[in-house]
């Protein structure tokens, strides 16, 4: 079992940053992948980031792609997200998640198992 804790959200100007947290209990976070997702008021949820679990490898939305960058601590069973360049349109209550598969794919295409309960962005214009 693992719990998600998400942290860092706020509100921000357009053009400003935020940098979101998650912390993980469990003693195998190591070995999860590691992602975020969002959902505006009004929309499905989406994925923004992924990172494998050694953070070899990540994966990004195209709609952050260059504004965002997850990685992780594995010491400190903690995945980041750094969000520059904050746009309106990326208000949204971001979610962290967790996978145990070792897939990627699993967290990219919106399957993890373990869900955070989620942190409000809101940027303002």
């Known amino acids: 079992q693992v719990q998600l804790v998400e942290s860092g959200g706020g509100l921000v100007q357009a053009g400003g940053s935020l940098r979101l947290s998650c912390a993980a209990s469990?003693?195998?976070?190591?070995?999860?992948?590691m992602g975020w997702f969002r959902q505006a008021p009004g929309k499905e949820r989406e994925f923004v980031a992924a990172?494998?679990?050694?953070?070899?490898?990540?994966y990004y939305a195209d709609s952050v792609k260059g504004r965002f960058t997850i990685s992780r601590d594995n010491a400190k069973n903690t995945v980041y997200l750094q969000m520059n360049s904050l746009q309106p349109e990326d208000t949204a209550v971001y979610y962290c998640a967790a996978d145990g598969t070792g897939s990627l794919n699993t967290v990219v295409t919106g399957r993890p198992r373990y869900w955070g309960q989620g942190t409000q962005v809101t940027v303002s214009s």
């Open positions: 469990g003693r195998t976070f190591s070995s999860y992948v």
């Open positions: 990172i494998s679990w050694s953070a070899g490898r990540t």
